[in-house]
């Protein structure tokens, strides 16, 4: 069964990078059916998409994120990872590992538990 | 601002029906699928519906979508208390470039 787990710092101060990786048990991410992707959700708000990347290295962003977002894929490891520069408190979030493509392009199917990330000095 | 337009809340009795409306535009409903999501308190989001109508395996009958031009709508019957959750439409934007979200939907069961 797939499982999606993410790690990484809960605190990051404003103005550094976020970084978090996702590990991915119970599937490759060499498979050529699926996207690998990220989505946030703010305390008390809806959800965000933030990209997905192909494991080719093929990525998709959203262009609101675009300019402080990169998303790299590690085949050796089975994990993506995900970076946010320049980062404010409004990017205070859950920041979720998805999967997409066994429904959709653009329907995620699997979803890691979340991980906080705080924004704060 | 989420695109997509959701109502915050909305509630109904044990066994009865409810419906989740979700308001778009011809970049995003209009010409893509939607896609539906159960988020239960303090767990991530799970996949309700896809391709406007479609459920993945699992999903009850209970649950079902459907779409008319630049509105989506999801319904639950025979609501149960484990049916609480918040409730997130999903589409592509082609205008905007992006997977664009509703605001959610809060289902209280009274």
Avoid: M
């Avoid at chain 1, 059916?33 to 305390?43: A, L, M, N």
């Amino acid at each position: 069964q797939l499982q999606l787990q993410e790690s990484g710092p809960g605190l990051v101060k404003p103005s550094e990078t976020l970084s978090l990786t996702c590990s991915v048990s119970g599937d490759s991410i060499n498979s050529s059916s699926y996207y690998w992707g990220w989505i946030r959700q703010p305390p008390g708000k809806g959800l965000e998409w933030i990209g997905s990347i192909y494991y080719s290295g093929s990525i998709f962003h959203n262009p609101s994120l675009k300019s402080r977002v990169t998303i790299s894929v590690d085949t050796s490891r089975n994990q993506f990872s995900l970076k946010l520069t320049s980062v404010t408190a409004a990017d205070t979030a859950v920041y979720s590992c998805v999967r997409q493509g066994d429904y959709g392009d653009y329907v995620f199917d699997s979803w890691g538990q979340g991980t906080l990330v705080t924004v704060s000095s | 601002q989420p695109v997509l337009t959701q109502p915050p809340s909305v509630s109904a009795a044990p066994g009865q029906k409810v419906t989740i409306s979700c308001s778009g535009s011809s970049s995003n409903i209009g010409n893509h699928y939607v896609s539906w999501y159960q988020q239960l308190p303090g767990t991530a989001p799970k996949l309700l519906i896809y391709e406007n109508n479609k459920r993945p395996s699992g999903i009850p009958d209970r649950f079902s979508g459907s779409k008319s031009g630049t509105s989506a709508t999801l319904g639950v019957t025979g609501l149960q208390t484990g049916d609480e959750a918040d409730y997130y439409c999903g589409t592509w934007d082609s205008f905007l470039f992006t997977v664009v979200f509703g605001g959610g939907s809060k289902l209280t069961v009274l």
